[in-house]
């Protein structure tokens, strides 16, 4: 996915046995939410130093791909909507696009798309117990891409299509 220039990035696995009460949030496949959203009904909290200081910023902008889960999670996405510091789990790939190459909205919308389709599942490679999308599996999926104008029109009908579904 050159769109991405590389800045695909798996954080940290850390064990629930390690957690603390007051740290920041480690982000896991269960904070992907509904739709494109990030879901902090659970949240669990990690030691500041557990998530060095340039991993742990999360941009408007950025892209929570779930890159390991049950067959039927792999390729869940969650679109970052505002700056935050959290680490986040070996099982999600934050995306990055490069300014001016595509909408980030879009590009998750669509990744989101082909989950609900089922495309992930179909490519996945299985284990017993789950699931996985490789980073470099990522990084090589062909996205065509219609004018950067028309990925925001779409990125806003299908925002506006969201709002109304939440009404």
């Known amino acids: ?34 739709g494109l959203g990030l879901d902090f009904s659970e949240v669990y909290l990690v030691p500041e130093d ?25 390729g869940k996405t969650a679109f970052v909507s505002e700056r935050m510091e959290a680490g986040f789990s070996n099982h999600l790939t934050r995306l990055r696009i490069q300014p001016g190459k595509a909408e980030a909205e879009f590009v998750a919308h669509y990744l989101n798309h082909l989950w609900k389709k089922g495309w992930f599942a179909s490519q996945c490679v299985r284990w017993v117990g789950q699931a996985a999308f ?32 939440r009404l």
């Open 50 to 74: 557990m998530a060095p200081a340039k991993k742990r910023e999360l941009r408007v902008g950025d892209i929570l791909f779930n890159n390991t889960n049950s067959v039927e999670l792999v």
């Open 134 to 165: 490789n980073t470099t599996a990522i990084k090589n999926l062909e996205i065509r891409l219609p004018p950067l104008n028309e990925q925001r029109r779409i990125v806003d009908i299908l925002n506006h299509v969201a709002s109304i579904r």
């Open 1 to 34: 996915m050159e769109i991405c220039g590389g800045h695909t990035h798996a954080i940290f696995r850390y064990g629930l046995d390690k957690l603390v009460h007051d740290g920041i949030k480690h982000l896991r496949p269960f904070n992907i939410g509904p």
